[in-house]
């Protein structure tokens, strides 16, 4: 395998084989007085490899009333946040959580805690 000279030595190199997810805006498309209607809009295609869900990161989420079923790594951008959703290839949206950032991959990468989603939402 050939390094580049700028790569540290210490950094894993990360792989995204899991599949494709698409990270989407969660915006809302209501006339002002109307019931809320809150329509997703794609934000971004990304890569992603799934992460093992760890206990502490369970029973914290528990702890706030939150219901986090999946961890999935992708290539770090910085316009993904908390307040979107992500769709992975089965179909299922779930609500992003959190977002961390994984130390010492290479490319540099972030952890998004993938929540359950109890509202529909129409995909624009």
Do not use: H, W
């Amino acid at each position: 395998m050939r390094r580049k000279p700028t790569r540290p030595d210490n950094e894993i190199s990360q792989t995204y084989n899991s599949g494709l997810l698409t990270v989407c805006d969660v915006s809302n498309e209501a006339s002002p007085g109307d019931f809320p209607a809150e329509r997703l809009t794609k934000k971004v295609f990304l890569r992603y490899e799934e992460r093992r869900l760890g206990l502490n990161r369970l029973y914290l989420a528990r702890q706030s009333n939150v219901e986090i079923v999946r961890v999935v790594r992708t290539p770090y951008r910085p316009e993904v946040s908390p307040q979107d959703a992500a769709i992975l290839p089965d179909g299922r949206a779930y609500r992003i959580d959190a977002v961390q950032l994984a130390v010492g991959v290479y490319p540099p990468s972030m952890d998004l805690s993938l929540a359950k989603m109890e509202a529909r939402y129409e995909m624009v």
